[in-house]
């Protein structure tokens, strides 16, 4: 191959801060007191914790040689399966910095922050409009937070209603999360399996519906990236047990204006604004995931949201119904201002080609490497496509060793072992944000870790090679963690 | 990954098709998972463990295995009572990597061992894996 692009460099070592500055070093002066010390509790007295002595410079330092061995979206490939890492385009953080807008006092009274209500107002209806449902709560941090707040309004529908029902039936192809924030509400999750096609099977829905269980969740696209055909009949099925029907939204990219998820018999969805709509994804947060509901449940919806009338925009907390507050202030503002740059910049035409684009780069990626890379369910795929790791099995090489050789070639490795449906499963959401040029690389690069696990398998064994922090040992830091830094 | 005819598959034990193995001693019975099972897993960082005491019904969840690739649930084979839990898994939960057979998970009393029926012997589970 040519031009690999982590092949040559400079890899500068960072010593721990354990290991940096010198006793006696310190990041400012503190003024001589000017009034007389106080006598502190002798109980309260002990050891300090074990800081080292830095110099402003070195944490600074410390910190940029950090960041240069990141790797994230802005500086190559980043192929991570239902995760959506698509390019966060920078007059996002231009528009999030506009000072009328970042400096905006969350406890402003509504006629002093129109403009800020206006965003969240416009950003609820462009939301509402991309998946088609009628009501929209921004308060959501998080993409489980989203799912949380969509089980508190299957509890509160139910309970409206006089009943109390128990059990949520989950795909094994849904989102991870699902089952974990269904039981935080108290519903016993019922797993049911997908067909033999990879498609959620009507009639396994049928036999487990009762009046016991508030609904389904659904993720769809799903998680082996095809989209559930059956959807609307499954839908039907629960709806006529008076159950609900939850749509993660987290796979939402492959299908904006494509799929009206009402038409689809969805009731809730959440969105993954760090997904779908281009804010940032990394370093634990903050996110954002909305959730939308059909008309009959805006009732339940969290408070405060914001509203007009004719003297303009307000944040109405007066619904009686609501699950309550579940965010403090507005949710995560500065995200969804991002999110509404992005929606603003695209319009509805070029978000329907972001879609378009995302499902063509990942067939694309299907069809090159699908004589390569074992594929379990061959048909169109949406905007993910899932190989595994069969075929490499003879060569004693995992879907483990092949990802970690992918950072040899200058790529964020795919999600892995991820859908449990498929064994060694190998994940890939390339986003519309690669180029042909830039996919064929990737291909390429797949292609030669293949031929390398047949031939010099030992390569793929010790991967990475060329990268600052070699193979880890994953087994030792989840046996023995160590949280201390030193 | 070990190859289906690199698995150690002991006779005389009855296997599930979750992958769990479970031998009868006596009144009593020791139950595990399979080697097959544990090179799937690949290494395992911790085990979840019931209580003593504690009552499943066959095939009920009793707990659950994490490794570095996934957590998996293990299921009872029997319906029975947890009488005792392998205590050295908390600490090295490596041993059910080393030898799957030797270290069990818990010990139960069944409480109808006609259920054995309905397991697989060592044959039929390798008709299992071989699909």
């Not at chain 1, 699902?178 to 519903?187: E, I, Q, R, T, V």
């Amino acid at each position: 191959m040519k031009n690999v692009s982590a092949t040559v460099g400079l890899i500068l070592n960072e010593p721990l801060l354990w290991e940096k500055g010198q006793k006696g070093r310190r990041g400012m002066d503190v003024p001589a007191a000017d009034v007389p010390p106080a006598g502190i509790d002798a109980g309260l007295i002990g050891e300090g914790p074990d800081f080292p002595d830095l110099s402003e410079v070195d944490v600074i330092r410390h910190y940029t040689r950090l960041s240069q061995w990141n790797f994230g979206v802005d500086t190559g490939m980043y192929p991570l399966g239902s995760c959506t890492m698509k390019y966060n385009p920078k007059i996002n953080d231009t528009v999030a910095a506009t000072p009328e807008i970042a400096a905006s006092h969350p406890m402003l009274p509504d006629a002093l922050c129109q403009g800020t209500l206006k965003i969240m107002y416009e950003l609820q209806d462009y939301l509402a409009a991309v998946t088609g449902l009628d009501a929209v709560s921004l308060q959501p941090a998080a993409g489980a937070h989203g799912e949380l707040t969509g089980m508190l309004i299957f509890a509160a529908y139910h309970k409206s209603r006089g009943f109390r029902r128990t059990k949520i039936l989950i795909p094994d192809t849904a989102h991870g999360t699902n089952p974990a924030s269904a039981a935080l509400c108290g519903l016993q999750p019922v797993p049911v399996p997908s067909g033999p096609d990879g498609m959620l099977d009507p009639e396994a829905v049928a036999r487990l519906m009762d009046e016991q269980t508030a609904g389904i969740m659904v993720t769809n696209p799903n998680t082996l990236g095809l989209f559930e055909e059956n959807i609307i009949r499954i839908a039907g099925i629960v709806h006529d047990a008076g159950g609900l029907v939850y749509g993660d939204g987290a796979n939402m990219n492959a299908v904006m204006g494509v799929a009206d998820l009402k038409r689809c018999g969805v009731d809730i969805v959440h969105l993954n604004l760090h997904k779908t709509f281009s804010t940032p994804h990394g370093g634990g947060g903050p996110g954002a995931g909305p959730v939308c509901v059909v008309e009959a449940l805006r009732k339940f919806l969290p408070v405060p949201r914001v509203v007009r009338d004719k003297r303009g925009y307000r944040l109405d907390g007066n619904c009686p119904d609501s699950v309550g507050r579940i965010h403090a202030f507005h949710g995560n503002f500065g995200i969804l201002v991002r999110a509404y740059s992005y929606i603003r910049c695209m319009g509805a035409e070029n978000l329907h080609r972001a879609s378009q684009l995302a499902v063509l780069n990942a067939n694309y990626i299907k069809e090159k490497l699908k004589g390569e890379l074992h594929l379990p369910y061959d048909r169109p795929c949406m905007h993910e496509c899932v190989f595994s790791d069969l075929w490499q099995h003879a060569y004693k090489v995992s879907t483990l060793d092949m990802a970690k050789r992918l950072m040899d070639f200058g790529y964020h490795p795919p999600t892995i072992y991820f859908p449990l449906v498929v064994g060694g499963a190998i994940m890939i959401e390339p986003t519309e944000t690669e180029s042909k040029a830039d996919i064929d690389r990737f291909i390429e690069a797949f292609c030669e870790i293949v031929r390398e696990a047949k031939e010099e398998p030992e390569i793929l064994h010790g991967a990475p090679h060329l990268c600052k922090v070699k193979r880890l040992d994953e087994t030792a830091a989840a046996r023995h963690p160590c949280l201390t830094g030193c | 990954m070990k190859e289906i005819n690199e698995l150690n598959l002991p006779d005389g034990l009855r296997y599930t098709r979750d992958h769990e193995w479970v031998k009868i001693m006596g009144d009593a019975a020791i139950v595990g998972i399979s080697d097959y099972a544990q090179d799937q897993l690949g290494d395992i960082v911790y085990v979840e463990m019931p209580e003593v005491g504690d009552e499943f019904k066959q095939g009920e969840e009793f707990g659950t295995l994490e490794s570095v690739k996934a957590v998996s649930e293990t299921y009872l084979p029997l319906t029975g009572e947890i009488i005792e839990i392998n205590e050295a898994l908390a600490d090295a939960p490596e041993l059910v990597n080393k030898d799957p057979y030797e270290n069990w998970i818990v010990r139960i009393r069944p409480a109808d061992l006609s259920e054995l029926d309905s397991l697989l012997t060592v044959d039929e589970y390798l008709d299992l894996l071989n699909g």
